[in-house]
């Protein structure tokens, strides 16, 4: 498991190890045709801020040769925001006062008819972690629901045990994503004092359990700015690099949360701004070519237009983040302000335009 | 000419349609690359409305025959599922057997693609498997029935051509059905020297979609593909190291 590889590494140390790259360092990795762990700390290091651009070139030259000149599209589907965890930084949060909404079956039909009236295919089904309320009875009921109206789902749940993610698997789920967070131990404590989420070293292993379960596609990220994101990215590479090799008929994909100042919330401990988050994509691709990378509705129009051509290769439009958000309570508490309020049509237009093709479906559940 | 099967088409040159920047973009490629045969995701097709996909409708040329991927499946199980539904959407009993559980370098599963090639010749398709540059498995493939073998000639999308080059050389040799190959043929020069050992016909993807004219592109290959075939058939000489001076050792039998 990801524990053992996870114990042999010091926070401080590889901490350490980033900041001390040299641009001498960055040349050598990006001279280099297989990349390591090493090379990725250069590439996300300071040193490597005046590479951008070439970092920004090789990226895109590595995505288009794997993925074409392509860009999938996806939309998450809140089922809940019932959450039993208290989580610092997040608006659902049990110690947050806001009414609490669980999608019944005819609110979900709504909530599907909406976004598949917007061309979607693919879905993220979202909840927070209330396991008597949305644990695994629940998703049995929703589940048949969904499938028989996408061809692609994906789920960002509560960690489960193994043998639950074999039966979202057989139910249709194809992708299953779980975020550390924070690889920082202490911070992560820090963060979620109450909850199941408290428990580290079970988040930490969740990414195992789902390989195990055989999930097709795995995704893992850190909430960036939650502590230094550098280190954070690196534990995150560190645990794909090893995730890919034990479960390797899996596909990953990399989510880039970044957590951003704003008023009355949590404070980052460091900010990254634009250019250190293109720094950080490229980065990914330089050192893995083949995992998919994605960008949310949380980054800005001017951003999400430009990044396009980057190293992404999916992208979300038109997002809500509150159950019942397309259609049953448009009005209710979203649980990350959305910055690009674009709907799919128009963003498939800069899509197309930027020079790529979009991609609703590459996928059927009726394949697994 | 090259038969496969119960088809003939006037091209050697197969394409696949995923990575164009446009499905207008794939369209006027595969129209300028002359090929009449093109492979197609199932995975990309909406198989309950076959006739409303967008990727389809640009596929509709009377000399073009579409011949279904299995790509994405991880097993012979699933790949002869995949097969089936492909075959109720896109009205065809032909396949394009794709098994690479592995996403990364998506690499054949050998066993699971035997497997399944079995049966699904048993269930009356036309199979033609992508596969490792393996012999002894073309052999095999072959002996359960397959139309054709299409082994790689290096990674997907890699681009590197004919890394396989002696295995190539051998699978061909051996073959008694069309030998495809497929895969890494990133350049005119690669397909041409596939022609060149004797190939049947090559598949080419990536090197088209992504090209910056990929309608320029295709007919390169188009181009290359007519060059390398006439070069087979015409029949080119041994490389030697260095000159020969005629009949040395028999030349006392003249005199």
Not at chain 1, 167 to 186: A, M
Not at chain 1, 290 to 307: A, D, G, P, Q, Y
Not at chain 2, 151 to 178: F, H, Y
Not at chain 2, 187 to 198: K, T, V
């Amino acid at each position: 498991m990801f524990t053992e590889i996870f114990d042999s590494y010091d926070w401080h140390e590889v901490h350490a190890g980033i900041y001390k790259k040299t641009a001498a360092d960055v040349s050598c990795a990006l001279a280099r045709k297989k990349r390591t762990l090493e090379d990725f700390k250069a590439l996300i290091s300071p040193a490597a801020a005046p590479f951008l651009e070439q970092m920004a070139a090789m990226s895109h030259q590595e995505t288009v040769r794997r993925f074409g000149k392509t860009m999938q599209l996806y939309a998450p589907l809140y089922l809940s925001n019932e959450c039993q965890n208290i989580c610092t930084y997040c608006g659902f949060s049990l110690d947050n006062q806001i009414p609490r909404k669980t999608l019944n079956t005819l609110e979900l039909l709504q909530e599907i008819a909406a976004v598949k009236e917007m061309g979607y295919q693919h879905i993220l089904l979202v909840t927070g972690e209330a396991k008597q309320l949305v644990g695994m009875e629940y998703f049995r009921k929703m589940l048949p629901v969904v499938t028989a109206h996408f061809a692609h789902v994906a789920m960002e749940v509560q960690p489960l045990d193994e043998q639950d993610y074999a039966e979202l698997h057989e139910l249709g789920v194809n992708t299953i994503l779980v975020y550390q967070e924070t690889y920082h131990e202490e911070d992560y404590k820090m963060h979620h004092p109450k909850g199941k989420k408290s428990n580290f070293q079970y988040r930490l292993e969740t990414p195992d359990r789902v390989g195990r379960a055989g999930i097709h596609k795995i995704g893992v990220g850190a909430l960036l700015g939650l502590d230094d994101w550098r280190t954070d990215s690196f534990f995150t590479a560190a645990h794909l690099h090893y995730l890919q090799r034990q479960y390797w008929k899996s596909k990953f994909s990399i989510s880039f949360p970044r957590l951003r100042p704003h008023v009355g919330g949590l404070e980052p401990k460091t900010v990254i701004t634009d250019r250190e988050l293109v720094q950080l994509i490229c980065a990914y691709r330089l050192l893995n070519g083949e995992v998919e990378l994605s960008m949310s509705t949380r980054e800005s129009r001017s951003f999400r237009n430009h990044i396009i051509k980057l190293g992404i290769t999916s992208i979300s439009a038109g997002s809500k983040t509150n159950p019942g958000g397309y259609a049953v309570a448009p009005e209710s508490l979203e649980q990350f302000e959305i910055d690009d309020d674009r709907s799919p049509k128009e963003m498939a237009t800069v899509i197309e335009q930027a020079g790529y093709q979009v991609v609703w479906k590459d996928w059927d559940t009726s394949l697994q | 000419m090259i038969t496969i099967a119960n088809k003939t088409f006037s091209s050697r040159l197969f394409l696949g349609t995923g990575k164009y920047s446009s499905a207008t973009m794939m369209e006027h490629a595969i129209l300028s690359s002359g090929s009449e045969l093109v492979t197609v995701a199932l995975k990309r097709v909406e198989h309950q409305h076959a006739d409303q996909n967008e990727l389809l409708s640009h596929l509709k040329h009377p000399k073009i025959h579409l011949l279904p991927n299995t790509s994405g499946v991880r097993t012979a199980k699933e790949a002869v599922f995949a097969a089936q539904l492909a075959r109720e959407a896109l009205e065809t009993n032909w396949v394009k057997l794709e098994i690479h559980p592995d996403p990364r370098y998506l690499m054949p599963d050998p066993i699971e693609t035997l497997l399944a090639a079995e049966e699904l010749v048993k269930l009356g398709f036309v199979v033609l498997p992508y596969c490792g540059a393996d012999p002894v498995l073309c052999k095999r493939l072959e002996e359960v029935g397959t139309a054709a073998v299409m082994p790689l000639g290096s990674a997907i999308g890699s681009n590197k051509g004919l890394t396989t080059l002696d295995m190539l050389e051998i699978i061909i040799d051996q073959a008694r059905v069309p030998v495809v190959v497929d895969a890494g043929i990133g350049a005119p020069s690669h397909a041409a020297q596939a022609m060149e050992i004797g190939a049947d016909a090559v598949l080419v993807n990536t090197a088209v979609a992504i090209s910056a004219d990929p309608v320029a592109m295709a007919d390169a290959f188009r181009m290359a593909v007519i060059a390398g075939r006439l070069a087979f058939e015409t029949g080119l000489p041994d490389v030697k190291q260095g000159a020969q001076a005629s009949s040395p050792l028999t030349a006392f039998l003249d005199v």
